[in-house]
């Protein structure tokens, strides 16, 4: 079994992600190698792998180094291993389904077998210790989904954020993410957590589509995608926003972006070199 990975620069991590996905469809392993590189990998034999010259043009500019290691056949059992409980105190655990319950308030199953992760990331894990202490709404959805919407999850990943929203509260949550994969393992794992008719999933461009209002986002991204959202969320209402997918030292310049918007940070969070945002409406003040 070979391990192929490909470095790039974090500021383009997520726009290499996608094209490697086109490319790997059954999945990709994201490892942090420093606070400037990401790296993405795939297992496989010779002939399954994607070619180098495929890989080093899904890189692009932003590649940093490829490189390929030989791997233990027994590579997807110590792969499971790897993939851990995420557990919040008494009040929330996310878990792949072949770990047990961990005895919270919140139980969230979550497949990590579409390459998003079970959740355990310190940026996941921020937003999801933020969202418990969000109050829920005061109005509730009086029909379907549309017009209203209580929560959005920009960026949805394997789905926790919309989930772990639906479960505490916050639905009907809107998941949005650019990548189809991403779509594809929300909806597995909103029916898997039973959460399927609070939870709307589509494909959507951040770059060139508007956010729809909602009393809460949660935005789980990269600083490049939070900053060019910043620039377009005039007039757009939300009461809170949770920004993470940032390094301690991003947080800043995000924080004032969104702030030109009217929203006040009204609390940070920060593991290891990460960090994460709660930003209000000023129209919420208390």
């Known amino acids: 079994m070979l391990r192929l990975a490909v470095r790039v620069r974090r500021a383009d991590a997520e726009l290499v992600l996608a094209e490697l996905l086109e490319l790997a469809p059954s999945g990709v392993e994201e490892v942090d190698i420093d606070t400037e590189t990401v790296e993405y990998a795939v297992y496989g034999s010779a002939g399954e792998l994607p070619e180098l010259p495929a890989l080093q043009a899904a890189a692009g500019d932003a590649l940093v180094e490829v490189r390929s290691t030989e791997v233990a056949d027994d590579w997807a059992d110590r792969w499971r291993e790897f993939h851990k409980p995420l557990v919040l105190g008494d009040r929330l655990a996310v878990r792949p389904p072949w770990e047990p319950e961990q005895g919270t308030a919140l139980d969230l199953v979550i497949d990590p077998g579409q390459a998003f992760g079970t959740g355990a990331h310190a940026t996941t894990r921020l937003c999801l210790e933020l969202l418990l202490d969000l109050e829920i709404p005061d109005v509730r959805p009086g029909g379907p989904l549309a017009p209203f919407i209580g929560a959005i999850d920009l960026g949805c990943g394997s789905g926790v954020l919309a989930i772990a929203a639906a479960k505490l509260g916050h639905g009907p949550v809107l998941a949005l993410d650019y990548d189809q994969l ?97 930003l209000e409406s000023p129209d919420h003040d208390r």
């Open 182 to 278: 991403a779509v594809d393992a929300t909806i597995e794992n909103a029916a898997v957590n039973g959460v399927s008719e609070l939870i709307e999933t589509r494909r959507f461009d951040l770059r060139n589509e508007p956010v729809p209002a909602a009393p809460l986002v949660l935005a789980n991204l990269l600083r490049p995608l939070l900053l060019a959202w910043s620039t377009t969320m005039a007039g757009t209402a939300h009461r809170w926003i949770i920004a993470s997918g940032l390094l301690e030292d991003e947080a800043d310049v995000v924080a004032q972006a969104i702030g030109a918007n009217g929203y006040r940070e009204r609390r940070r969070l920060i593991s290891g070199e990460w960090a994460a945002l709660a």
